[in-house]
């Protein structure tokens, strides 16, 4: 069995357009709703396929799982942290 991954990264400036060229909006598909369609369209042609998604955010140094359960306040903090060969 073969496997594969893949990255959605945005990086810029407050209001830069990030949010929406990943999210989109009513009239125009975000970058993570046209990547979904493809992978779950090659899922449904494929005999065996996994899926495993993540969805981060890196907001004044923090790391934020946004899939974690959570209340509507509160979103689950993680260690942010670099590889010291690579820092």
Known sequence: MSSASAVCFAFGQTGAGKT???LGDRSVRGLYELAAADLFAFADASSSLDVVASY????????YDLLAKRSRSSVSRLSLMCDPSLC
């Open 20 to 22: 929406h060229t990943l």
């Open 56 to 63: 981060y955010e890196i907001y004044c140094g923090q790391l």
